[in-house]
């Protein structure tokens, strides 16, 4: 809570209903004001307003790189410029430029020891990959967690690694990560995949050759399924200098590189002539997140960033537009109105101590990728010195699990990094909304494993401390019927109240929340 000294008059204030924040009238008086007098400016008659114009036909859906994107990147901005709020980059563009490309399933083929393996026979790939090699690493299971590393003592800069799936395992039956007779995630393709890749690029690795045959008819499937629909999966363009390849073997092609696979797990060089002629034309998309930013009245350094995806699916093949109304059309509204609060009081003297970041990522049903472009390629603010990410991804609606018991919103992530967050959280629930707050989803074993499907995971990824805010899914998902009439907008506007009570909170208090647990 925010803090004024006037007249060199210290006023102490508790944190209990009665906390209240100063703002300076004339030298000898001061009106005192709650954060609820600018929570109360969110109405669900302007986020109905908004949202009526934003979920509408006209946006044709908002799928990412068409004109729909633009016009919904276009109101947006309109909208920060009305309140007064500035572009958080320093050359007053409010759009940041986010370049993607959609990737056609390549053609081509790789030569193993003068054997052609053309491509989605024994070996698939989505990557372009043009080079030849006189030798491979092996590196086991590629793996690298705590004292473990199947990295020691070689050298894969510029080469191609050989990994294959699974983890290692002890005599005994217990598996040397875990420490237990339990599986880690290593052993959780969908999971662990991802952490294979990367740790062979952080490591200079050329490309990764993945042999994991229980899952390489997945693989595969999915390599038909795109040539056969001649359409291919949107990604953040890469410098083609640097350009990582990824390709999936399968039993055959994995043994004829190195017989004794299934059963040889120690790193090694394999020598091996490796031709790769795998060619691939990518379409350009142009896309852009929008950010906008307060500053801080005392630590302007101090980022809070609250997030929404301002993107949907677009149009589908019959015609009908997927207004995306709660997804995130609701996550979309809700920030504008949570921002036009803040700015209603740094107009009142009492602006956060922190800087606030409005941003709104685009990309994300198409993978994160706005978020991720944020976060891992040009982050318009430090990463080291933004202090939580508040994400808002569907909170209009009700779960058909909750009819009958509507006052909630499910949370997740806020105890994955931070207990301090956790706890401040539930306080300032407790003390203004009385909201149900429910984890449902924060279980770790939660099938859905939605904590890594919204953009709050690139900055959960980043050590950075985040709340996801979310109603759950419903019969109206990624479908044309979800409509702005279908809008529960007493929920939404006590949820997005909810959100900047905590943002609130976040930004003004004196020491910034701590980091006490480590991301996975």
Known sequence: MKR?????????????????????????????????????????????????IYASDEYEGRETGTPGQKKAIAYIKAQYEKMGIPAAKTDGDYFQKVPLEVSKVPSGKVVLNGTDYTLGEHVVSFS??????????????????????????????????????????????????????????????????????????????????????????????????????????????????????????????????????????????????????????????????????????????????ISSHLDHIGVNADGEINNGADDDGSGTVALLEIAQAFKKAAD??????????????????????????????????????????????????????????????????????????????EEVNSKYLNIELDYTYNDENDPNRFYYRSDHYNFAKNNIPIIFYFNGTHDDYHRPTDTPDKINYDLLKNRSQLIFHTAWEVANRDQRVIVDKVSK
């Not at 102490?12 to 000898?28: D, I, P, R, W």
């Not at 001649?230 to 043994?255: H, I, P, Y």
């Open 4 to 52: 004024i000294l006037l007249c060199s008059l210290a006023l102490a204030m508790s944190c209990n209903t009665s906390q209240k924040t100063v703002t300076e009238t004339t030298q000898a008086q001061a009106v005192v004001v709650s954060p609820t007098t600018y929570a109360e400016t969110i109405t669900e008659a302007e986020l109905k307003e908004h949202l009526y």
């Open 348 to 425: 009142a003297g009492n602006g956060p101590k922190r800087s606030i970041v409005f941003l709104h990522v685009t990309g994300e049903e198409k993978g994160l990728l706005g978020s991720q472009y944020y976060t891992d390629v040009e982050p318009l603010l430090p990463l080291a010195n933004t202090v939580a990410n508040l994400n808002i991804d569907m909170i209009g609606r009700i779960d058909p699990k909750r009819v009958g018991d509507r006052n909630y919103i499910y949370l997740i992530g806020s105890d994955k990094l931070s207990t301090d967050l956790h706890t401040l959280s």
């Open 128 to 305: 372009q990959a043009v080079d030849s090699h006189e030798a491979i690493v092996y590196a086991g299971y590629g793996i690298e967690d705590g004292d473990y590393s199947d990295y020691t003592d070689i050298d894969v800069t510029d080469k191609y690694v050989l990994v294959k799936a699974g983890e290692p395992l002890n005599e005994d039956g217990i598996y040397k990560i875990s420490g237990t007779s339990a599986k880690s995630l290593w052993s959780n393709v969908s999971e662990s995949l991802s952490k294979r890749i990367k740790l062979a690029k952080d490591k200079g690795a050329k490309g990764i050759l993945y042999f994991d045959q229980a899952n390489y008819p997945r693989f595969k499937s999915r390599f038909d399924y795109m040539k056969v629909a001649d359409s291919g999966n949107m990604s953040l363009k890469e410098n083609q200098n640097t350009t990582f390849a990824s390709f999936f073997v399968d039993s055959e092609f994995a043994k004829a590189l190195l017989p004794e696979i299934e059963n040889d797990s120690a790193s090694k060089i394999v020598l091996a002539k490796l031709d790769f002629k795998v060619e691939s034309t990518n379409n350009e998309v142009s896309s852009e997140n929008v950010a906008a930013i307060l500053k801080g009245s005392e630590k302007p350094e101090e980022y809070v960033v």
